[in-house]
């Protein structure tokens, strides 16, 4: 019985492929993209419409040709329960197979981890509640260092050592956990600013730095999920000790720390906040404009030397980035230039804003958590619920 299903999941996979690609495609598209007949496309579709998976709805009429329907997720289908820990609040979403997160709940934090994972479990009982079987799993991305699946290092959280997996204390659904650079560069790769494209290197700037390269839409982690941590790359100054413990971080030259370095203030209680406050007076203050024009050269030069080392299609810039980049951009653009290989010069690799914006890591832990969903083992598991 379960090798009979196995052999007809690709075609169902590759169409929820495209769903998740593009939410609301239409059954013909997605048929052409995959060169399927529209046998074959109506015969899966209702295959994935009786497991529960993708419900249909007539498509607008645009211009002559044969009435399709748009593909859309179930209303009995899978959910993944999504979960976003950043400097000083947290949220939980729920997102259909499609890949759209919907925020079910946002609250601030004070540096507590213990507290936070037991206020994040508190919500997931209450979802599995809710929900039974239609909840799957469990995603999680953090603002900290991810090794096998586990928080490492939270240095910008001021946390200690924290189980993470305690939000999910019974095993009772799978749990992802990962990075929130990482997985923000995962949804940018897939569905941003990057789609499209091999090789994306992504790096986002909040309070430090943090990023990913995405080599065919899967996230460059290592050996055991450590990687991507540029931000910890040894560019910048020797004398300063970083908080994850090493010296001459590039952490602390690029975020709100360095601008108030720069302009000799206080470190700031909160770097982001400060940082956002001195791109505001960088317009009509020259001691602004100059912190600013050195954090963006740190930052350029900094991206240079990744785009050197990994060769990517495309550079993705999230968070604080875009914006440093515009407030110095000549500043910037010189210092890039700079620092990349002279054969690079000639065609240097474009670097874009993030499309996703503030949503991209919650976008990411989604599909991350979906991957797991919608796997032949994932399907088996939902068909076998279904059998009950």
């Known amino acids: ?49 009786t497991m529960h998976l993708l419900d249909e709805a007539p498509a607008p009429v645009l211009g ?56 994040i479990a508190a919500v997931l009982r209450d979802l599995r509640q809710q929900h039974g079987r239609r909840l799957r799993a469990v995603s999680l991305a953090v603002a900290g260092a991810v090794r096998d699946g586990r928080l490492a290092q939270a240095a910008t959280l001021g946390w200690g050592r924290v189980d993470l ?3 999910m204390p019974d095993g009772a659904l799978p749990l992802v956990i990962g990075n929130d650079a990482t997985l923000a560069g995962l949804a940018e790769a897939r569905g941003g600013a990057g789609a499209g494209s091999a090789a994306v290197l992504h790096l986002t700037v909040e309070v430090g ?50 601008l108030a370095r720069h302009l000799g203030a206080p470190a700031p209680e909160d ?31 900094g991206i240079a030397g990744l785009v050197n080392a990994h060769d990517p299609d495309v550079v993705t810039l999230g968070g604080l980035a875009p914006r440093l980049k515009a407030a110095a951009e000549h500043d910037f653009e010189a210092a890039y230039i700079d620092g990349l290989m002279a054969f690079r010069r000639a065609d240097s690799i474009p670097l874009r804003a993030a499309a996703l914006g503030e949503d991209g890591a919650l976008i990411g832990a989604a599909a991350a958590g979906l991957d797991l969903v919608l796997s032949e083992e994932g399907l088996n598991n939902w068909a076998a619920d279904l059998e009950q």
């Open 209 to 258: 730095l943090g990023g990913v390269l995405v080599v065919g839409g899967v996230p460059v982690v290592g050996a055991s999920g450590a990687g991507g941590e540029y931000g910890h790359l040894p560019f910048g100054d020797r004398s300063l000790r970083c908080l994850c413990g090493a010296r001459g971080c590039w952490d602390n030259e690029v975020d709100g720390r360095a």
């Open 271 to 301: 770097p982001r906040a400060f940082a956002l406050e001195v791109l505001e007076r960088a317009g009509h203050d020259p001691g602004a404009a100059a912190a600013v024009r050195r954090v963006a050269e740190a930052l350029a030069g």
């Open 64 to 119: 002559r040709g044969r009435p399709t329907t748009c593909l859309r997720p179930h209303p009995s289908g899978p959910l993944v329960a999504v979960v976003e820990v950043r400097y000083e609040e947290w949220r939980c979403a729920l997102a259909e197979i499609d890949g759209r997160p919907s925020t079910v709940i946002a609250r601030r934090h004070h540096g507590d981890g213990q507290q936070v994972v037991q206020e």
């Open 1 to 49: 019985m379960a090798r009979g299903r196995d052999a007809r999941w690709p075609g169902a996979l590759a169409v929820l492929g495209e769903v998740r690609r593009t939410p609301g495609v239409t059954r013909a598209e997605a048929a052409r993209r995959l060169g399927l007949g529209s046998g074959s496309a109506t015969e899966i579709a209702a295959r994935l419409r």
């Open 165 to 167: 997996s305690a939000i």
